[in-house]
């Protein structure tokens, strides 16, 4: 993972990249929504998650920040898939901060990490979405160690997740 650093200094941080299956969830996951719907996506991360190959628990509070990006696309037959970009307008928060295109921030407790997002459904037609990874932060930045966790829908078989809204 390429990381910025200035031209003379050596960059001395790591990522580590580990893969950890459900750890998020789609709450009210359906085939079929209607128009106005929402789809909500929750995670609670605990402090110390262990991984299983290798066999290691790792403290996630060694991280300032954690986030999640997923993939969202509305399926056509003239353009096999449209990228969409959620925004204020089209997301509720409980729990985490938008901050960028479909990338979200966890809220930090005492014990863990906790996000809770609900996506509003406003328009008809085919989606899908893919969870692409958790990572912190600090996986660009030279100085700091980071974090880069590969995962899924707890409660999908697929790699994506399909649904209609009507």
């Excluded at 995670?43 to 060694?62: A, G, K, V």
């Excluded at 979405?129 to 958790?134: Q, T």
């Excluded at 697929?158 to 809204?165: G, K, R, S």
Aim: glycine share 4%; charged share 25%; proline share 1%.
């Amino acid at each position: 993972m390429a990381t910025q650093c200035e031209d003379d200094i050596e960059c001395t941080s790591e990522t580590l990249i580990k893969t950890k299956q459900n750890l998020l969830t789609i709450e009210n996951s359906q085939t079929t929504y209607q128009v106005g719907d929402v789809l909500w996506i929750k995670s609670d991360l605990d402090r110390n998650i262990n991984f299983d190959t290798p066999n290691e628990t790792i403290d996630l509070f060694d991280y300032s920040e954690l986030i999640f990006k997923f993939n969202f696309d509305r399926i056509s037959i003239y353009n096999s898939e449209m990228y969409l970009c959620v925004n204020e307008d089209t997301i509720e928060i409980v729990k985490g901060e938008l901050l960028n295109c479909n990338q979200f921030s966890y809220e930090r407790s005492d014990t863990n990490f906790q996000s809770n997002i609900g996506i509003k459904l406003l328009e008809a037609g085919e989606y899908r979405m893919k969870i692409s990874e958790i990572s912190s932060n600090e996986h660009s930045d030279c100085s700091k160690d980071g974090i880069v966790i590969l995962t899924s829908f707890s409660n999908n078989d697929n790699e994506w997740v399909t649904f209609l809204v009507q």
